[in-house]
């Protein structure tokens, strides 16, 4: 009848309202009657962290990192009492803990804290009462008691690192799609769910802008070699399994084709082409705190260079002024921005050895009359910067391409 | 420039909105800049933990008193961030903290914990580094770190538990009325506000009626001395003191009219007058967690006599149902019901020594043709149960009697 521990983790859209709440409890029941131990995560109660922000916002536009956790980690703990409410209701019993309460140690990086470590024995001893136990989400404590929030995605953090702790059969991620996609099905309706894939695959699905889970909890789940299962609070289907290595029947070249329409491009041109000039561009903006993705040189005519780079939308206006001062202190040329690209990428563990991705892939972009304008290459992807207009096209084309519509 | 410590507590109506809030901060930072040394006690934004048990009630009728302190205790956490965030903004360092994180150790009665004792530790070094130190009222934690809040009235026991453990020269109790009154002010237009009370009379008050604070607070105030100031966070005015002896110019012999509204009363006729017949009665009805307040037994006729007694109009049902199987146990008459009843008393330490009171308002009572039903004496107190329909004229009629309008 026992059959080990699965760790739930329920994003803030599956315990929007009353009705959902409840249907999160009968699920977890059922797994509980099943013969399950379980450890539930829950995210706070749809819209309430943004709400919080808001009145935040109000009162202080600039408020103190430590009291907006404070602030924020009181949304998770509405969520874990009224869970608990509920399984009650069914008959069940289980217990609500902070993350406090359950020694989910953190660093003080108050609103970005990293996990140091898990005292789980609350967790465990609870557990060995029968107990459902369910833990808040996205929140820690320091050593010396104040309360810290994980960053984005700090829920499906928190269940990772759970489920490491507790020695897991699997960590389930309940959201409100069924799974990973070939590619995001609201642009290509022939898109499939992928019954599994890569830790490697899906941290280059997610930092390519596929939105179910953050990267972070991937790479912590691949460390300790966790089984993720993401699937959707709303029906009972398998979703997508994310494991260390998929034995496929086939030799499955890519995975899938991921957009990404947040980031922006920025071209110095005419960089004089000598050594340390591009540190000077890069160092500047790094210590600025800007994150940059793509990076292209050309290669060198008259000692000179263009040097393009993406960043993200948000950090495009800061980036770009700093871009030029830079550009004016090494004695380059005009500053380009262009913030109407996308980035299409494929994805795959297969195309290791497949040389001809990248070809079948420029081709068929060809085909469709879409120019190229970077070109950037990993282990496992390739991503081309394209204008925005073609985002659909090239997704949609590329989908067929490499058969995933099969 | 140092003047000593005081501790503040803002009540839901005094935090209801952002600029309440602000309000609030604005003060707490006046008094800072003026040399005091100040703990800011906050009770949840208006109304909610009113909101907060309908959403659980939604979810569990009947929810688990352990979860219920889990989710309510987020409304003041939620206030102590946004005071804090509020007092930054004015320039001031203020720390927040929950009652768990300043040590506030309470027994493990969920929902109506009491206060085991008080680590001040925390608080007296973020004191002694020159911050604000704000804290959520109402809430504490068990030994075994579980969330706990302290009942109706909570915040203002945590301040004056604070301020007895940091010595603090004052415990200030901000509210939406400017103090105690001699009388309700919707009911008597001339009713005064009260200088200075003693905790005494003020538990007579209290117990009476007066909602302004619970008798709970003001037994420990007056257990440890502590005096507290209660005034309005809408004005600048001074309060009303309460204190453990008033010095007054004249001798004050009653301090202030009260109406209770909440009662029902319950009467068992033609009781066998026998010993032990009493306490059977009231036996089961504090067996089933009913509390009587006045009882007033008749002379005997015929071996036979009348119980009367009063009973809060929320545990009315159940007091019925349980009097008329108790007295057809006892062989005991009808059992009469009147919920359109009323509690009127005079208060003041002073009728200790004035005989005359209780005729005086026997008289006064008469004189309106107000016919008295019931009648109960304390050593500071007098109180009549009457009619419902003549509670605002037996107000009114008495406060002109003992000269409170002056």
New interface residues.
Partial sequence: MHKGLIVQKFGGSSVAD?KR??NVAKRVVSYKKKGYDLVVVVSALGDTTDE?VE??G???PE??E???D??L??GE??S???L???I??LGQEA??F?G??VGIITDSSHTRARIIKINAD?IKEELSKGKIVIVAGFQGVTLT???TTLGRGGSDLTAVALAKELLACECEIYTDVEGIYTADPRIERKARKINAITYDEMLEMASLGAQVMQARSVEVAKKFNVPIHVRSSFSNNQGTLIIKEVKRMEDVVVSGITLDKTEAKITICNVPDRPGVAAKIFGELSGAGISVDMIVQNVSHLRQTDISFTVKKAEFSKAIKLAKRVASGIGAGDVLEDVDIARVSVVGVGMKSHPGVAAGMFDTLAKHKINIEMISTSDISISCIIKRKFAKTAVRALHEKFGLSK
């Fill in positions: 009353v709440i409840q919080l009145l935040a109000k009162i202080n408020p103190s430590r009291e907006m404070m602030l980690s009181t703990q509405i874990v009492a009224l608990a409410m509920a009650h209701k217990i609500s902070t406090a309460q609350k008691h104040d309360i």
